[in-house]
């Protein structure tokens, strides 16, 4: 809340958990009591309402609430303006109260404050005493958030303001539109409330806020202070909706449309329709109808609501109500919801149709026959109303005895789709032919006619008797016009030949025969109005519904109404009155007349017959005698006509006979006296307003006049209108224009005008006098004609956008009927244009008031403006003879040509599932200026080269969702498309388009919008890292690899899957039985080795990698996951011995996986742990379907074996070792290793067996093809030991031997052992001679750390590549401690060849912090013979706080050891039970090898065991983990590695002292070393005086002369075959030695020490005798180190000294002529020469030379780790220190 201040001038925001005024707060907390050293008090007393010149005392009360006496003193107020007590002590007793006033006087208005201050014993306390001056303060809220509002609405919400102040304070609102406050000023007492209503009215669509400003104050004084309070609102547009039941699912309507349908007249439908609101905000609305004018009967719709509210979401109902009116009239409405603020508006087209009554007769003609005169037939039909509508009739005939016909009822209403039952009446009282047409007038519809027929014979006269089919050969003779000759002249005219007979028997000319003729196109066509009105008008021409051959009538009547109103006050009952008729005969032939007669009638006529001649007249006296004063008499005389010669002809033939004519003559008159009044009249008019149709045609409307009285009711049409009834002036005729309407009876009155334009628009009134007096009916009536009238929407011009050339452009154009006329309309195009445009519909009808939406199209076939002028042509419905009207329409076009593009050009899909769906969108661009209609194509290209596949064969994978569609201009659409690739492969689709042609037809060429790229792939996994543990945890991981087949693995993962694994495309049970069925060939082993029985389970951990693009769902099912669930009924009961055994896997669940399945993301990964458990011995065999969802299927034969723990066992994964290819013809094949893994518990001595070899070697000239170097050996338990074999092929092609390897006390092994030899020559470079890393998928780097792995290599294999003998080369690599809690310890077990350490790790031990890292060089030496080294480095891993935990075990474990040795307990009560002779003494374990053999343990060994199990035992020391670092390499000879690696070799340091020993010797050495069963020489004097002896040997046949002349002439022999059987030197590397001392000797040695150091610098100068002749000459190197200072150096040869020495070298100089005489004169002459002769002989020594490299790499080592720990930065620039100028001085 907002609380302001007059004081500060300003608001202050407060809310509910902010700090409150100052003044609040004192005044709550003057109100509290608070406790001072056992006083309780108010700590203040405040003054708030006061005023100047008074006092104002308040009282300070002081209690006592501790347990002791209390004494206080006080000092008083300091100011004048507070007083009190004058100081003294007061003294409280425990639980008693001191009362002191304080007296406020002040002086002026402001704020006061004073204290009183207390003391006592325990300290002084103080109340404070203010008195403040009141202000105006409002309380309001900070901001007020009004309802969500509609545009040109309102909403409303109230909030409380609160005066806060002790004063009253008026207050004075301010703010700006759209809001308003209600009440705007006012007046607040004190503490009072006030609601305040604020009001939004917005006006736009939009966030408002705005300020409401509060002036409040002092009411006699002008506000100053102020308060704010933030008014929001936030208004959107509004939207209704209109929704109608017609509106079918679906269908695309312009206007929503309720159709009422066909409604009959006088009754009224209702329907619904909905208003919704899909807005967020209440709209209010207004139903109006669309009609520019007021209807003259009102509008047939109507409507129960006409405004109101919808709330957010809700709809509202709203009944519209059909009253027709007006028969056979179609009405259109069109109700407009009107709301305000919205941005369009909505609209409902209703539309029905008023029907009349149709009523039918069940027979047109009743015929009588032939009734004798003074008799009375009766006949019956049915009066039939088969319409909706209930239908008001009444027979135009008087049934009260002036006619020979009557019916009965003669009047009445017919119920909707009900009958009536009519009788008809003839009296025979003339002996004539009787036939009359007789109209049933019909409520608003045509009145029905019903021909009666008879004919009265008397005795004396017989006429023809008339017959049905006598009245159709009538019609014919009226169609041909022979109906107005006798039938005496129609009979000469026969004669004659004038007409004619046909075959029907009816009369015709002979010029109508063939349709000539010219009466038969003057033929009209009469309506029954028409025919009524022309029987009421007296004009009798039988009339029927065919047509007349002329309008000429037989005979007529006038008048043919008669009014007899007598005013005389003398009438009397036997007075009378007549008028006179006259009728006049239009026929060529004699009539005869006759009027029908009723004897108590008071009308009458004179005479009752007559003769009447052709084309003469004739009068006769209508005499009216009433019988009765003072009533009214009305009735219907008839007259028959009959020519005269068929009454004197008895027997006429049948087409000479015609029925009479019969003409009536209404007749009204009353009996009143002057002066009597008449009767009060009681006459209902339904609709007294009288409506023609607009259009200028004879037109028809029918008038019920109801007598609703007692009396009867006479009525006959004003005078003046009578007289011009049959005028054709007369704008309106009434028929029948007078009458007597009898009690509760009607009269069906029919109007006949014809509307014109001048006729009044307001209408005129049609008098009826009713009962002859005053009483006045009058019928207003409306026949005013109106012209057609069409509008078009808009200016008259339709305007279709730029249109692309050959396609085609659609545009609406509403037309509205303006006239109340019904229309129908015609297009008419030029024929020119016709290939232009067109329009449908092209015709139609418009309903009054109505309005259609046609489509116009255009079609440009240039590029070029168009402008066309079509006409529209319209005219009423009602006739078509009707002149049409004309409405030219402007249309303008323009052709242009336009093109397409897509968004992006080249759209990547990326790696998609083969089989999958894939939607993606391509956005279609039309930045043209014409709309474009297209049709899409497809094609397809396979990018991948290698596939051979049928294009033309191959699905398309891409599918477009629309093939042809339109795109307007400068706009897009999104083209959904999908892919579904079919094989994996790379994917290029063209989309290309063509324009279409308005017919859908094609016209252009194909142009290429985009390509689409994308890969079917399928789900791939691959494995990237294998970690062992538990019982394996001794292999590495290359036999790791190769154990569980990873490589094969991963590249049937990668394979595609053949359609049969896709049988199954997820991961599903298939199979109703345990042997689920297999659909992939693949199958691979996953060996987990072997262990002991017991031992800790075999564990691998494979990482598996998602490489592929897409997430994969991947799953391992064993064989209890693939079979479906039955019921145990369903389940066979009998299993095969493999089904046993794998159950007995799965009971015991020897092996596992977790998890068993899982889902990758693309790039993720997940390790998957693999186990055996060694519960029970023998193999184990279990197949395991890894399947991938949509992909591979791979059969996994998992694979274990668990060895009894005494039984030496070596596990052979296979019984197959193929050998690296080596080519033949090489100096020095290279050693190849098999491993050999101890699975056992035991160790175990193994012997290959040699015969095969000795075999192979005597099959190939004795020459040892494959040689093993160590055939026995020992493999400590869960260790590899290495066979090493040497493989030297004679020939190329592949070698293979069947080698058994016995396992003492254990099973023996036979093994296959393949090689390749391969000519070099032949192939080249590309000859498998360089190093090839068969393990080159085995991941070099560790990804993600196993579980429990604290501490992880920088690289897990290591590949030294090709490199020379001699060579040492050295990598780096990281142990990093990953824990950031655990310190661990470290050390390397390296492996040995030939008992010598090649590999050498430094630091080979150490310890590593959390999170610290150490560098460690690993050193390979390759010395020896050429090898393929594949080793096994491991570091044991432990961590320190177990070493610690075990050290101190061990310590507490020594203590309880050397406490027991000492210290017993006798627990026996008597020592001479249970004395027992000692067990003999045997060996301490069953394992132990006596001879051999194995010894069963005794009873009393397996009890000392079993009481040494329950025993506390020494603790063992905690297993270090293990990780295997794997170092490949392949070393060559020096001379083949010169031939091959010429480019590395500077590359590599020899060392100089593993050269010592030549190849050959080398190879002899490592041949003949000692077998690997004999025991090493250990340290003693054994080993010194074998190092003694060979010693000396060596020595001896070094400085032996023969046998350097023995190895000369034995290299010149030429060897058997291939030379690399032997080293044949092509020179010796010695000169002939003469018998010569150590001296010599000595000397030569130094000239080949002082030799260049590398061979290949040799062979560049002086061929490759001289580097052959280097290596042996190396072999003295160690004797000549010893005497290299004191010998004699030679002089060194240069180039020039060559030239100028005369004797030459290859002499042999005696001792005492070539060194004595050399040495004396270096020693007198240049003694300081020799000195750097010396020096520079000792650099060039292989030691010297390898003391150098050690500390060169020493350096490099001691730099890369001064690095690694951040003591020295390698990227750093050189520091550059320049020195001070040197001075002149």
């Known amino acids: 809340m907002a609380t302001c201040d007059k004081d500060d001038q300003s608001a202050t925001l407060q809310g509910p958990g902010e700090p409150q005024r100052p003044e609040e707060l004192h005044r709550r907390a003057s109100s509290q009591r608070s406790c001072f050293h056992g006083v309780e008090l108010w700590p203040e007393l405040l003054w708030e309402d006061w005023e100047l010149g008074r006092e104002f005392t308040k009282t300070l009360f002081l209690k006592n609430i501790h347990s002791k006496l209390q004494k206080l003193q006080f000092r008083p107020p300091t100011s004048k303006y507070f007083t009190t007590l004058l100081p003294q002590i007061i003294i409280l007793s425990p639980g008693t109260s001191f009362s002191m006033p304080v007296t406020f006087r002040p002086h002026e208005k402001c704020h006061y404050e004073d204290s009183i201050e207390f003391q006592d014993k325990d300290g002084c306390f103080q109340v404070s005493l203010r008195a403040t001056v009141p202000c105006h303060a409002l309380e309001v809220p900070e901001s007020v958030l009004l309802p969500l509002c509609a545009v040109q609405h309102s909403s409303r919400i109230t909030f409380l303001f609160k005066n806060v102040s002790m004063l009253q304070t008026s207050f004075q609102w301010e703010c700006d539109a759209p809001f308003q406050l209600i009440p705007e000023h006012g007046l607040l007492k004190p503490r009072q409330e006030c609601c305040v209503t604020v009001v939004f009215r917005p006006q736009e669509a939009l966030v408002y806020q705005c300020e409401a400003c509060c002036r409040f104050g002092d009411e006699r004084e002008e506000a100053g202070s102020r308060c704010t309070v933030l008014l929001q609102g936030l208004a959107k547009y509004p939207f209704l909706q209109v929704r109608s039941p017609n509106r079918e699912e679906g269908e695309e309507q312009d206007i929503p449309a309720l159709h009422f349908g066909s409604v009959a007249v006088g009754c009224s439908v209702q329907k619904h329709f909905d208003i919704l609101n899909p807005c967020p905000v209440t709209a209010s609305f207004s139903l109006s109808q669309l009609r520019e004018e007021k209807l003259l009967l009102g509008s047939e719709f109507s409507c129960n609501v006409t405004s109101g509210e919808v709330a957010p979401g809700a709809s509202l109902r709203v009944k519209v109500t059909y009253a027709p009116f007006i028969v056979d009239t179609v009405s259109v409405d069109y109700l407009s919801i009107n709301c305000p603020g919205t941005l369009s508006k909505s609209q409902l087209k209703v539309t029905g149709k008023c029907i009349g009554p149709i009523v039918t007769l069940s027979s047109s003609v009743v015929d009588f026959g032939c009734v004798e005169q003074g008799q009375e037939v009766l006949r019956t ?144 066509e009469s309506t029954p109005m028409e025919e009524y009105f022309q029987a009421c008008s007296g004009r009798i021409a039988p009339l029927s519904h065919s047509s007349s051959y002329s309008s000429s009538p037989h005979i007529t009547v006038e008048p043919a109404e008669l009014l007899f109103y007598r005013r005389s006050s003398f009438l009397s009952s036997s007075s009378s009155s007549s008028q ?182 307001k209408g005129f009134n049609l008098s009826f006098q009713l009962n002859a007096a005053k009483h006045v009916q009058e019928l207003t ?22 249109t692309s050339v050959g396609s085609q452009s659609q545009c609406s154009l509403r037309i509205k009927n303006l006239s109340h006329l019904p229309l129908r309309f015609q297009w008419k195009l030029p024929e020119q244009d016709e290939k232009l445009i067109s329009v449908e519909p092209d015709s139609g009808q418009l309903q009054a008031s109505e309005s259609a939406v046609q489509s116009w199209f255009f079609s440009p076939l240039e590029e070029m403006m168009y402008t066309l002028k079509p006409n529209l042509t319209f005219w009423p419905i009602q006739t078509s003879g009707y002149e049409k009207s004309y409405l030219p329409l402007n249309v303008i076009g323009q052709g242009c040509k336009g093109s397409l593009q897509a968004e992006n050009e080249v759209i990547e899909l990326g790696q998609m599932l083969v089989g999958s769906c894939r939607s993606f969108e391509v956005q279609l661009v039309n930045s043209s ?57 790379c994917y290029q689709w063209t989309i290309s388009y063509q324009t279409q042609s308005a017919s859908g037809s094609v016209f252009s060429s194909p142009q290429r919008v985009c390509d689409v790229r994308g890969e079917g792939v399928f789900p791939t996994l691959q494995v990237t890292d294998a970690h062992s543990g538990g019982s394996v945890d001794g292999l590495s991981k290359v036999q790791l690899w190769n154990l569980f087949s990873l490589d094969g693995l991963n590249e049937h993962l990668f394979a595609i899957p053949s359609p049969l694994e896709l049988t199954y495309r997820t991961l599903t049970k298939r199979s109703l039985h345990r042997g689920s069925p297999i659909f992939t060939t693949t199958m691979l082993d996953f060996n987990f080795s072997a262990a002991p029985l017991g031992s800790e389970p075999s564990t691998v951990l494979l990482m598996f990698d998602n490489t592929g693009p897409i997430t994969v769902h991947w799953a391992f099912l064993f064989p209890e996951d693939q079979p479906i669930e039955l019921e145990y009924w369903a389940e066979m009961l009998e299993s095969s011995s493999a089904e046993l055994h794998q159950m007995r896997i799965q009971d015991n669940n020897l092996f596992g996986i977790s998890p068993r399945s899982g889902t990758l993301l693309p790039g993720q990964q997940r390790a998957v742990h693999f186990s055996y458990r060694h519960d029970f011995t023998g193999a184990d065999r279990l197949p395991v379907l890894l399947k991938l969802s949509h992909g591979r299927e791979i059969l996994l034969n998992f694979l274990g074996t668990t060895v009894e723990r005494n039984r030496p066992y070596l596990h052979f994964p296979s019984s197959r070792h193929v050998f690296t290819p080596i080519a033949i013809g090489g100096f020095s094949p290279p050693r190849q290793a098999y491993e050999l893994y101890n699975g056992g518990a035991v160790p175990a001595c193994y012997e290959v067996d040699t015969a095969p070899l000795r075999q192979l070697q005597t099959d190939n000239f004795n020459h040892p093809v494959l040689d093993c170097l160590n055939p026995r050996g020992e493999v400590p338990p869960g260790k590899t030991a290495m066979l090493e074999w040497v493989f030297s092929p004679l020939e190329a092609k592949i070698y293979k031997v069947d080698v058994s390897i016995h396992i003492q006390e254990g099973e023996s092994m036979l093994m296959t052992f393949e090689g390749c030899g391969f000519d070099s020559r032949a192939t080249g470079f590309s000859a498998p001679l360089h190093f090839h890393d068969t393990q080159q998928n ?150 132990a090898m006596l001879g051999g053999t194995c010894v069963r343990p005794t009873q009393a060994e397996q009890r000392a065991q079993r009481e040494s199990a329950t025993a506390w035992r020494r603790p063992e020391p905690p297993r270090p983990a293990l990780l295997h670092l794997g170092v490949t390499a392949r070393s060559h000879g020096l001379l083949d590695y010169q031939i091959h690696f010429l480019d590395q070799l500077d590359k590599f340091y020899l060392q100089r002292s593993f050269q010592s020993k030549s190849p050959s010797q080398a190879s002899t050495s490592s041949r003949t ?52 059987l032997r080293e044949s030197l092509p020179s010796s590397p010695f000169t002939p030695p003469s018998p010569t001392s150590s001296t010599s000797s000595s000397h030569q040695i130094l000239q080949s020490s002082s030799a260049p150091l590398f061979p290949s610098r040799q062979l560049s100068s002086g061929g490759a005798d001289t580097g052959l002749r280097e290596q042996c000459h190396m072999l003295g190197r160690a004797e000549s180190a010893g005497q290299l200072i004191s010998s004699r150096p030679p002089t060194p040869q240069k180039p020039c000294q060559q030239r ?10 005696t001792p005492t002529q070539n060194t004595h005489p050399t040495w004396e004169m270096c020693q007198y002459t240049h003694k300081d020469h020799v000195q750097r002769r010396v020096k520079e002989s000792i650099r060039r020594c292989a030691e010297f030379s390898d003391i150098c490299e050690e500390v060169l790499l020493n350096t490099l080592q001691n730099l890369m780790m001064e690095a690694f720990l951040g003591e020295m930065v390698l990227s750093s620039q050189p520091s550059t220190i320049s020195l001070p100028p040197v001075s002149k001085q």
């Not at 009787?434 to 009265?456: K, S």
């Not at 890292?1413 to 891993?1437: D, E, F, M, R």
């Not at 935990?1445 to 039970?1473: I, V």
């Open 781 to 802: 009536v409306f026949n005013v004609a109106e012209k057609p009238c069409v509008s078009f929407e808009g200016d008259g011009c339709l305007y279709f956008p730029p």
């Open 381 to 524: 039909l049915e009066l039939i109303n088969s319409s909706p509508a209930r239908a008001v009739y009444q027979w135009d005939l008087d049934c009260s005895g002036h006619s020979i016909f009557s019916i009965h009822p003669a009047e009445g209403t017919l119920h909707p789709h009900s009958c009536t039952l009519l009788k008809v009446f003839y009296r025979a009282t003339q002996p004539i032919v009787h036939y009359r047409r007789v109209a049933c007038l019909v409520l608003h519809g045509d009145p029905t006619f019903l021909d009666i027929i008879g004919t009265c014979h008397s005795e004396l006269q017989q006429p023809t008797i008339l017959r049905p089919r006598h009245l159709v050969l009538y019609h014919l003779h009226q169609c041909y016009g022979l109906t107005q000759y006798p039938p005496d002249l129609l009979r000469t005219m026969l004669q004659e030949g004038m007409v004619h007979l046909d075959q029907n028997g009816a009369l015709y000319r002979p010029e109508q025969e063939s349709g000539q003729g010219p009466d038969s196109a003057t033929a009209i």
């Open 1700 to 1709: 100028t020495q005369e004797t030459p070298h290859t002499q042999n100089p």
């Open 580 to 761: 006179s008729v006259s009728i006049t005969n239009h026929t060529k032939g004699k009539l005869s007349l006759v009027w029908t007669t009723a004897p108590d009638s008071p009308f009458s006529v004179s005479p009752s017959s007559s003769q009447l001649g052709p084309l003469k007249s004739t009068s006769f006296r209508v005499i009216y005698t009433p019988m009765q004063l003072n009533t009214f008499h009305g009735a219907q005389l008839e007259c028959f006509a009959v020519y005269k010669a068929l009454q004197d002809c008895h027997e006429a033939e049948e087409w000479m006979l015609c029925p009479p004519w019969c003409v009536t003559v209404r007749v009204i008159g009353h009996s009143f006296q002057l002066g009597k009044e008449h009767f009060i009249p009681h006459c209902h008019v339904q609709h007294p307003q009288v409506i023609f149709p607009v259009l200028s045609v004879p037109s028809y409307r029918t008038v019920l006049f109801q007598n609703n009285g007692d009396l009867p009711l006479a009525f006959h049409l004003d005078l003046d209108w009578a007289l011009n009834l049959s005028s054709p002036a007369t704008p309106v005729c009434v028929a029948p224009s007078c009458g007597l309407i009898r009690p509760g009876e009607h009269q069906i009155l029919t109007l006949r005008t014809t509307p014109s334009e001048e006729s009044p628009k």
């Open 1338 to 1487: 085995v991941p070099r780097l560790q990804k993600v750390p196993s579980p429990g792995q604290v501490v992880l290599l920088s690289e897990e294999r290591m590949s030294l590549g090709d490199i020379p003998v001699g060579s040492c080369p050295t990598r780096i690599l990281f142990l990093t401690n990953v824990s950031h809690t655990d310190t661990i310890h470290y050390s390397w077990e390296l492996p040995k060849l030939d008992n010598q350490q090649v590999v050498q790790v430094k630091p080979d031990h150490g310890s590593l912090c959390p999170g610290e890292s150490a560098l460690c060089v690993l050193k390979l030496t390759s010395s020896g013979l050429p090898a393929l080294y594949q080793l096994n480095p491991i570091c044991q891993v432990t961590l320190a706080a177990a070493l610690s935990h075990y050290h101190d075990a061990l310590c507490h474990w020594e203590e309880e050891r050397e406490r027991q040795q000492h210290e017993f307990t006798l627990t026996e009560t008597d020592f001479r039970e249970g004395v027992r002779t000692l067990p003999p003494i045997r060996a301490k374990s069953s394992n």
């Open 1569 to 1620: 070393m000692p077998p690997a069963g004999l025991p090493p020489l250990i340290h003693g004097p054994e080993r010194d005086i074998l190092t003694h002896t060979f010693t000396s040997l060596l020595m001896s046949l070094l400085n032996d002369p023969t046998f350097h002349q023995s190895l000369a002439s034995g290299a010149s022999e030429l060897p058997p075959c291939f030379k690399q």
């Open 929 to 985: 200026l014409c709309t474009i209609s297209f049709c899409l194509s497809v094609q397809q290209t396979l990018l991948d080269k290698e596939l051979l596949l049928d294009l033309d064969t191959e699905p398309n994978a891409l599918k477009l969702d629309i093939a042809r569609g339109t795109i307007v201009s400068h706009s897009r659409i999104l083209l959904q498309s999908t892919v579904i690739p079919q094989r994996r492969a």
